[in-house]
C-alpha cells in the first residue's frame, strides 16, 4: 500500500531506450507546503502580501511546468502540498507529483535532490529561507541550480545588496536602514520609498510622503523615491556568464503592488536596462576577502529590477534590488520562444552556453503578463494559466 504520507503520483510517459532523460525537481516553497508554517516565517508579512506570494509562486511553477513540455528531454518531479492539489495538466507529458505532509516539505526536498540531475528552487528571501532551503539541498548531495551561498545571503538583503553595488561603482537610491517602528531621520529627503529589508515581491512596501512614516513591524529600508520607468531585467547566469534576456516593463497597482509586466521595452532603454543589470551582477559576484569564488558566483536566473530616468544618458537610472531566483517575468518570457527557457536556465547554471534567444516575430507581437499567469499577445489573443 501507499502511504498517506508519501503519494507519488507517476504521469510521466515511459522514455525510449534511445533517449536520455534529465530528471529536474522543481520546488516552489508555497505550493510544497511551505506556508504551514508562515506564522514562524512570515510573521511579519500581512496576509494580502502573504496570498500574493503564494499566487506569484504557482504561477512560476505552472509555467515552468509549461515551458518543460518544450523540450523532450526533461523530465520534472514537483513537490506538492498534500492539503492543496496544484491545477496541474493531466496525460503523459505530466510531471510526477511527490505529495507532502505538513511540515515535511524541507526534508523531502533534501530527500528528492539527492535523486535528481537538478533542482529548481523557489523560495522567498524572508527570514533566510531561500539561504537555508538551498544550503540543505546541496548539503545532501542536490545539484542546485542557483547563485553560491554568498550571493544569496547578500541579494536576500536588501540593505547588504546596496551597499555591495555602491561599493562597485553601480548607480543606487540613497537610504539607510530603521529599526522597527524608528521613525524617519530628521531631514530625510521626501518622497521616499519603505520596504522590508529582507522582504519578497512588495513586502512592506509604501511611498512616505511625510511624518508620520506607516508603522512597520520590522526592520526595514529607507530610500529616496526615484522618478522613473521602473523596468526588470533577468539574466542566465553560471561560469560562462551571463546571458541577458528581454527587459520587462514592471506594472504595478495604485496601491504599489506588483501586478505583471510587458514588452517589448523601448529600444533606448532597452540597452540601458541590459547593461545595467550585467554590472549590478558583476557587482555582486565579486569573491570576498577569502577569495573563494564559488560563494559569491551567480548562476541560474537572477532579476535585477531598476528605474530608468528621464536623463538619455542614463545618469538618473538607479538599481533598486537584485533577486537571486527565478523572478515572475518568467511567465511572460518563456512566451517569446519555442525553445525551452528552463532548458536553457539549466545549461547555463552548468557552465554551457544557453541555446535560448526570443523570437523577432514574438518580440514585435509584445505581450503582457500577470501575477496571476495570465498572458495577454499584443493582437489581443492570450493564453490562460490555471493558477
Not at 514592471?250 to 540597452?271: K, N, T, Y
Not at 528552463?342 to 547554471?349: D, E, K, Y
Amino acid at each position: 500500500m501507499v502511504s498517506g504520507f508519501d503519494i507519488v503520483l507517476c504521469l510521466l510517459r515511459q522514455p525510449l531506450p534511445s533517449e536520455a532523460f534529465m530528471r529536474v525537481l522543481l520546488y516552489e516553497w508555497c505550493c510544497a507546503g511551505g506556508m504551514h508554517q508562515a506564522s514562524g516565517r512570515l510573521g511579519t508579512v500581512d496576509p494580502a502580501t502573504a496570498a500574493a506570494i503564494a499566487g506569484e509562486g504557482r504561477a512560476m511553477l505552472m509555467a515552468l511546468v509549461a515551458d518543460a513540455a518544450k523540450c523532450h528531454t526533461l523530465s520534472l518531479t514537483l513537490l506538492a502540498d498534500a492539503s492543496a492539489p496544484l491545477p496541474l495538466p493531466t496525460g503523459t507529458r505530466g510531471p510526477r507529483l511527490v505529495m507532502v505532509p505538513p511540515g515535511q516539505e524541507a526534508s523531502l526536498l533534501c530527500r528528492e535532490a539527492a535523486a535528481h540531475d537538478w533542482t529548481l528552487i523557489i523560495a522567498p528571501e524572508t527570514d533566510g529561507i531561500l539561504v537555508e532551503r538551498v544550503s540543505a539541498a546541496r548539503a545532501s548531495g542536490g545539484k542546485v541550480a542557483a547563485s553560491g551561498r554568498k550571493f544569496l545571503a547578500t541579494a536576500s538583503s536588501k540593505q547588504a545588496t546596496v551597499l555591495q553595488l555602491a561599493a562597485g561603482g553601480v548607480p543606487v537610491p540613497a537610504g539607510c536602514t530603521l529599526a522597527a517602528e524608528k521613525p524617519l531621520p530628521m531631514g530625510f529627503h521626501l518622497p521616499a520609498v519603505q520596504k522590508a529589508v529582507d522582504g519578497v515581491g512588495c513586502d512592506g512596501l509604501a511611498v512616505l510622503a511625510g511624518q508620520p512614516a506607516p508603522v512597520a513591524i520590522g526592520p526595514r529600508r529607507v530610500e529616496a523615491f526615484v522618478p522613473g520607468v521602473p523596468v526588470g531585467v533577468s539574466c542566465l547566469c553560471g561560469p560562462r556568464g551571463i546571458a541577458v534576456l528581454p527587459p520587462v516593463l514592471q506594472h504595478f497597482s495604485a496601491v504599489h503592488s506588483f501586478s505583471g509586466g510587458s514588452v517589448p521595452v523601448p529600444p533606448v532603454l532597452s540597452r540601458r536596462a541590459e547593461e545595467l543589470a550585467r554590472r549590478a551582477i558583476t557587482a555582486l559576484s565579486r569573491p570576498g576577502r577569502t577569495g573563494d569564488s564559488s560563494h559569491q558566483q551567480a548562476a541560474g536566473w537572477v532579476g535585477v529590477d531598476m528605474i530608468l530616468g528621464a536623463a538619455g544618458d542614463g545618469s538618473g537610472d538607479r538599481v533598486l534590488e537584485v533577486n537571486p531566483r527565478l523572478t515572475t517575468s518568467f511567465v511572460g518570457l518563456a512566451h517569446l520562444s519555442a525553445s525551452s527557457l528552463l532548458a536553457a536556465l539549466l545549461a547555463a547554471a552548468g557552465g554551457e552556453e544557453p541555446q535560448w534567444a526570443a523570437e523577432t516575430a514574438s518580440l514585435d507581437r509584445g505581450l503582457q503578463f500577470g501575477v496571476d499567469g495570465n498572458v495577454i499577445y499584443g493582437d489581443g489573443t492570450g493564453t490562460l494559466t490555471t493558477t
